[in-house]
């Protein structure tokens, strides 16, 4: 039986068809339709039910399908403990933030597969929340305060942010000087989230109210320089706006309190070694980037 034909039934299940498969594994339909026929043919069951909208588990493809994932698993595992030292192989799907991870974790990427010919890397740069388990990836690079889940989180380095608006929303509309006022206040945000703050040692939770709202950092940036609100933002996005008087800070006697940055992944025993790798170069670029601050 191959490891293929197991690993491409695996992902026909999760994903809930051939085609979001075939997207996963960066192969052809073709491909993974003849590995799914080879594996029915040799199992001789249907595993599973195809249809117009995609591929349904049929009863025997769902029993199956624990235990191929098991074996993918430990197939994988026995792969990275006979492999020479720091050696990387296979495929590893990551989803980062459209805002920074362009600019902030594009250049590691790159470097971890400069470093290791034999990995494949395939990262989606988005601000939607990714669902790791139900998308398939490996892990997520997330910014900001993290929400409770069963996901597994290391923390990979600290990031800091700012209240900005525009000279001209503060000319025509005042500046907030205590959390109270700024609910008064338009806010530019991503949704219905809660900005915090703090007060000395005491963190404060306010919920703002805005016409404006994005899931994408750089619009939020846009909007705020364009005088539509106020934005609570990564100094990694507002520096050079801030530097140039198009943004400047306001309730700074009200700081958020710092964020993180995380590499987030499935719950599991243990991490695979790619994921491992990369949350240790992360760690180390982050680090030095403090350093040299």
């Known amino acids: 039986m191959d490891i293929e034909e197991l690993r491409t039934f695996v992902e026909v299940a999760d994903a809930g068809g051939v085609s979001p498969a075939a997207r996963r594994l960066g192969i052809a339909k073709s491909i993974v339709s003849r ?8 199992l001789g069951v249907q595993l599973l039910a195809r249809t117009t909208r995609g591929a349904a588990l049929t009863e025997a493809g769902t029993t199956f399908r624990d235990y191929a994932a098991r074996v993918c698993a430990e197939i994988d595992a026995a792969r990275e403990t006979i492999l ?3 050696e990387l192989r296979g495929r590893l799907r990551i989803a980062a933030p459209l805002s920074f991870g362009p600019t902030h ?4 990427l790159a470097d971890m597969a400069r470093r290791h010919p034999q990995l494949h890397i395939h990262t989606c740069y988005t601000d939607r929340f990714v669902d790791l388990i139900a998308e398939g990836y490996d892990c997520a690079i997330r910014v900001g ?4 889940s069963n996901l597994l989180a290391r923390r990979v380095g600290p990031i800091y ?3 900005v608006a525009s000279p001209d929303y503060i000319a025509a509309h005042g500046a907030p000087e205590t959390p109270e006022e700024l609910l008064a206040h338009q806010a530019v945000m991503q949704g219905t989230e809660a900005w915090q703050l703090t007060d000395g040692d005491k963190i404060i939770t306010v919920r703002p109210q805005g016409r404006f709202k994005a899931d994408n950092g750089t619009a939020l940036v846009a909007a705020a320089a364009a005088g539509l609100g106020i934005a609570y933002l990564p100094d990694g996005l507002t520096h ?3 530097a140039s008087g198009a943004l400047v800070p306001v309730m700074t006697r009200y700081p958020p309190p710092p964020a993180g940055i995380y590499v987030i992944r499935p719950p599991g ?3 695979a070694r790619k994921v491992r790798i990369l949350t240790e170069r992360l760690i180390e670029c982050f680090e030095q980037t ?3 601050g």
């Open 269 to 271: 025993q243990h991490p």
């Open 290 to 292: 403090q350093r040299v």
């Open 84 to 86: 020479p030292a720091g």
């Open 161 to 163: 942010g700012k209240l």
């Open 105 to 108: 974790f594009a250049p590691v």
């Open 145 to 148: 305060y993290l929400q409770d």
């Open 240 to 242: 050079e706006l801030l």
């Open 35 to 42: 590995r799914l026929f080879r594996l029915e043919d040799e």
